[in-house]
Structures are given as C-alpha cells and as structure tokens.
C-alpha cells in the first residue's frame, strides 16, 4: 500500500520547519508520499497543499502546540492525526520532536503492512443554532456562549437546560461546555474540573456568573441547550475561532459530533502535563 502523509509545522516556527524537512525525507525515503501545508512550503524544499486538502491523506502529522492541532482538527475533520509537541504542554502531542522521525515512519510502515491505521478517538462537540440554522464547525476542546464582551457591562443571562431540564439562569459572561480533552484548557480557567481523557463526559462551566452553580458533569450523550436573554449582542464560539453572532433572545444547542477525532502515536501523560500547568 502507498501510503500518504500530510505534514503541517507551526506557522513562523524555524524548529517545526526544520523537523518536517526531515519527516519530508525520511518519508519519501521509505516509499510513502509526503506534503506540507502552504506556509511550510514557503520554507522548505516539499509539495505543498493547503491544510484543508490533506483530508484524503492517510495520516497528517501536526507539529506544534495543541492549538496547532486543533487547527490541524478542523480542518482534516475525522484523518487520523498525530501530534508532536513543541510546546511546553501537550495533552494532544505526545511525541517529543527526538523521536518523530522514527515513530512517524514506524507508523507508516504499519499503515503499508495492514492498511489500516491504529487510532483512538476523541469526542468533539457541535453547536447548533435553535432559532436560525446554522452549524458551528465541531470543538474538540468547548463550545462557548457569551455575552458582547467578558467583564463589566458585557455579559448576557444565560439559562443552562440540561435534556430539558433547567439547571442554572444567571447574568454571567458566559457558559462554556466542554470535553474531556478540553478540560485542561479554557474550561479549567474558568474554575471547571479536571476531568481525565479516556472518560465519556461533558462538562458545563458557567463563566463568572452572579448565581452561580457548581460545574456539571453528564454523561457524553446529553443534549445541553444554553437561551441568551439581556443582552443585544451574543456569541457562540467553536474551540476559539469558529464563531456565530447571536441576536437575543437565542438558544444554542449543545450535542456530541458525528465525527470524532482520531488520534495516532502514542498517548500524552495526563498526569505529566499537569505538572506544567501554571
């Protein structure tokens, strides 16, 4: 089996640049195509595509951060990913840059021997709009609503139901649900919990509310619907940049994707990335 990789480094990055040179020709080396997304292939010798195309690939490596691979995530969709990190925190990449030449071309060589592609799978949420039709691109890490602005005189009253079923109404900047994955990120600084990767959950995290509710957590499945009265202006947002301007009074539905994300290479320690959260 020829098997193809898309490779997308982090933009302005001489590091992330360096390595995909390198996985370019380990990679070509070892009979497999190989592509980097448009801003890399300004840097480097290599054929490049935008991200968005990488999507018929059979694995897309992402060298960064994590938000460099949750840009990766939206736009390859349900490809199977793998993150190497360049980031002082990395609950998505796991591999060290040291070793992404060799395990990259270890999974290659899986993908050619079985043609199949060893992953896990990491639920991503979607917001819908109640009122208007409209669909916000999937969130691997949360959903926001929120009034104009964060901070005095922006915020909204925001009604959290929960499959139906009132759970909190206050002013508040803004409520925020999230995955597992997302947990670490916009949702803890919010006050939410901590809640481990492998579990099947979603977690509703009111922002600087009035009255305010303790942090819930539902199983993965429930239908979470946030109505946004008191205000003029209000935003639905996907993983910070896919957003939907509300005119209240609006309802955004909150439910699990149909397409989660598949992550391949070896898991990320929770536990360790913990240690470098500030």
């Known amino acids: 089996m020829d098997v193809a990789v898309g490779i997308v480094a982090q933009r302005d990055n001489e590091r992330a640049q360096d390595l995909a040179a390198a996985l370019v020709d380990a990679l070509e080396g070892a009979g497999a195509s190989a592509v980097v997304d448009e801003a890399t292939g300004e840097a480097i010798a290599a054929t490049a ?9 059979d694995l897309v490596v992402s060298i960064g951060g994590d938000g460099t691979l949750l840009f990766v995530a939206r736009e390859v969709g349900p490809t199977p990913i793998m993150g190497v990190n360049l980031g002082e925190v990395g609950f998505l990449n796991a591999v060290a840059p040291e070793n992404a030449v060799d395990v990259v ?4 060589a899986d993908i050619a ?3 199949r592609v060893e992953g896990r799978e990491l639920a991503r949420l979607r917001a819908t709009g109640v009122d208007e039709d409209w669909t916000l691109a999937p969130a691997l890490n949360e959903i926001v609503v929120h009034g104009r602005r964060r901070g005095h005189g ?26 597992p994955t997302g947990s670490t990120a916009y949702n803890l600084s919010e006050g939410g919990p901590l809640v481990h990767p492998a579990t099947d959950a979603v977690i509703v995290t009111q922002m600087a509310a009035a009255e305010s509710m303790p942090p819930l957590v539902v199983e993965p499945d429930t239908e979470i619907s946030l109505t946004v ?12 940049r896919n957003r939907r301007r509300l005119e209240p009074p609006a ?19 929770f536990f360790d990335g913990l240690d470098k959260l500030e």
């Open 49 to 57: 595509v935008p991200v968005g195309s990488m999507g018929d690939r």
């Open 105 to 108: 071309t270890d999974i290659v």
């Open 113 to 115: 021997r079985t043609g």
């Open 154 to 179: 922006g915020g909204a009253t925001i009604e959290v139901r929960v499959d139906g079923q009132s759970y909190a109404e206050s002013h508040a900047d803004g409520v925020l649900v999230a995955t």
């Open 229 to 240: 009265t008191g205000a003029d202006t209000a935003y639905a947002i996907s993983d910070g």
């Open 251 to 269: 309802t955004v539905s909150v439910t699990p994707a149909a397409d989660p994300v598949t992550l391949v290479g070896p898991r990320a320690n």
